[in-house]
C-alpha cells in the first residue's frame, strides 16, 4: 500500500520519501557538529569557535602563543649564559686579586725580615770587612816584588805557579806599582790555577798549614788590584 500526499504543486507526493528527506536534513547539523567539536568551528584552550573565521583566528593565536613561548625560553637561556660568563669572569678577577695580593704580602714579609736596605757607605764597609787582609811587607815587598810564601805553597808541585807569580810582581813593582791590564789578568788566572791545584793535595797537609796557604793566595790575588806600598 502506498502513502500518497499533495505536493506543493499540487501533485502527489509519496509521504515514505518525505518523511526521508526530513529525516536526512535533520542529520546535516549533527554531522557538522560531531566534526566541528560539537555546534561549532574548531577549539581554542577548552573554547569553541563559532565560524571558520573566528577557528583560524583560534589557530593563529595558538602558533604565536608557541612562538612567544619558544622566544621566552630561547632569551632565559642567553640570559643564564651571560649570567654564567660573567660570573666566570668575576671568579678569574677575584683569583687573580687574590694571587697579586698574596705576592705583595709576601713581598712585604720578606722585606721586613731583611730590614731596611743597605747604604752605599755600609756596602762599601762590608766590601772591606770581608775583602783578604793585606799583605806585609815580609810577605811581599813593595819595593821588589819579592814574594815570601808559606811553606806548603813551596812544595815542588808549585814551582811554575811561583815563577810566573815573582815575574809578575817584579814586573809591577819595578813601575811604580801600575800594571797592565793584561798582567793584572795573568796574575788572577795564575792564583786560581795555583789554588786549583793547592786543593787538589788538600789531603797531603795539615789543616792549619793548608788553611794558612789557601788565605795566602786569596791575598795575594787581591794585593793586584791595591796599589803597591
Avoid at 16 to 38: D, E, K, N, Y
Avoid at 108 to 117: H, K, S, V
Avoid at 173 to 190: E, H, L
Amino acid at each position: 500500500m502506498a502513502f500518497r500526499s499533495i505536493s506543493p504543486a499540487g501533485s502527489t507526493f509519496p509521504i515514505f520519501a518525505r518523511t526521508t528527506l526530513v529525516f536526512a536534513a535533520a542529520c546535516v547539523p549533527l554531522q557538522a557538529s560531531a566534526q566541528w567539536g560539537g555546534g561549532g568551528f574548531g577549539f581554542n584552550r577548552g573554547g569553541f569557535a563559532s565560524t571558520a573565521q573566528q577557528a583560524a583566528a583560534y589557530g593563529m593565536s595558538e602558533m604565536m602563543r608557541a612562538q612567544g613561548s619558544q622566544n621566552l625560553e630561547n632569551s632565559e637561556a642567553a640570559i643564564n649564559w651571560e649570567q654564567a660568563k660573567t660570573q666566570e669572569i668575576q671568579n678569574r678577577l677575584r683569583w687573580t686579586e687574590t694571587y697579586f695580593e698574596m705576592r705583595k704580602v709576601n713581598r712585604e714579609a720578606q722585606a721586613a725580615e731583611r730590614g731596611p736596605p743597605v747604604t752605599k757607605e755600609q756596602a762599601m764597609r762590608m766590601a772591606r770587612d770581608n775583602a783578604p787582609r793585606r799583605l806585609v811587607s815580609t810577605e811581599l815587598d813593595p819595593v821588589t816584588g819579592h814574594i815570601g810564601y808559606p811553606p806548603v805553597l813551596m812544595d815542588e808541585p808549585y814551582v811554575d805557579y811561583r815563577a810566573r807569580l815573582d815575574k809578575l810582581f817584579a814586573q809591577r813593582a819595578a813601575s811604580g806599582g801600575s800594571m797592565a791590564y793584561s798582567d793584572f789578568r795573568a796574575i788572577q788566572t795564575t792564583v786560581t790555577d795555583f789554588i786549583d791545584s793547592l786543593k787538589s793535595r788538600v789531603k797531603d797537609y795539615p789543616a792549619s798549614d793548608y788553611g794558612r796557604a789557601r788565605t795566602f793566595l786569596d791575598s795575594l790575588a787581591h794585593e793586584a788590584r791595591m796599589p803597591a806600598g
